[in-house]
């Protein structure tokens, strides 16, 4: 049940036709899975946060940098030096005292996701490289857990959400190739993507509107213009295939 508070902050979303007190109660029932506090989880969080996520799992182990500022919503020039989540914690907490932020600074592996997924209601691709994002996709399925993916490069960037042996996963799409190299990125990029993303996951937690299901979402941003590409489960993907 929300309290008269969270009624009041959150009215201008109750509102929204179809969605009501219910799927507010849904949002605040949830325990997200956050992978990555850079330029993506930056947008994602704030805005899971915002939107009243009861608590939000944050994962990353890097520590704030200058070249980070660009992008990294979530920091400050005085956060340089710190740990991302301890920042990103403190951040988000004084934005929505009603959320609880469970963060940790693992690397993240095939060794500690399944547990780092326990109890998530969902799981959040804001990663930067692909090995992890494949640990990621690999664990969401075997657990049973949708997964909102996203990726940026320079002005551009795609989403595409995962739900576990119904839909493409993330193996399914990239089938296993791997890039290495500094990624390019305008600010932009991950704050757009990552609006999509935080839309995606208030979607699949509320069952409101259609996903980001068989469908890869792409974004131009020298040309804004948006374009899809079907993707199709592989029925021998090594991650959600029928073996």
């Known amino acids: 049940m929300l309290d008269a508070l969270e009624t009041q902050r959150y009215f201008r979303q109750i509102a929204i036709e179809g969605f009501g007190e219910q799927a507010q109660e849904k949002l605040k029932a949830a325990r997200v899975f956050l992978a990555g506090a850079g330029g993506l989880g930056s947008t994602i969080s704030l805005l899971l946060a915002a939107a009243g996520i009861g608590s939000i799992r944050l994962a990353d182990n890097g520590r704030v940098e200058l070249g980070n500022l660009n992008r990294q919503l979530l920091y400050t020039d005085a956060d340089e030096g710190a740990p991302k989540v301890e920042r990103a914690s403190r951040r988000l907490a004084a934005l929505n005292p009603g959320v609880v932020i469970e963060a940790t600074s693992e690397t993240l592996d095939p060794g500690n996701l399944a547990g780092l997924l326990e109890g998530c209601s969902l799981a959040v691709d ?38 576990p042996r119904r839909s493409a996963c993330l193996m399914c799409l990239f089938r296993g190739a791997a890039r290495t190299g500094v990624i390019p990125v305008i600010g932009t990029a991950p704050a757009l993507i990552g609006a999509i993303e935080a839309t995606e996951a208030v979607k699949v937690l509320t069952g409101i509107g259609t996903p980001l299901t068989g469908r890869l979402l792409l974004y131009d941003g020298r040309a804004m213009s948006f374009s899809e590409l079907e993707v199709k489960r592989d029925p021998g993907c090594p991650h959600c295939g029928s073996s």
């Open 126 to 163: 804001a990663l930067d490289n692909l090995p992890t994002r494949y640990a990621l996709n690999e664990a969401s399925v075997r657990a049973g857990i949708p997964l909102v993916h996203g990726a940026i490069n320079g002005f551009d960037g795609q989403a595409m959400t995962v739900l």
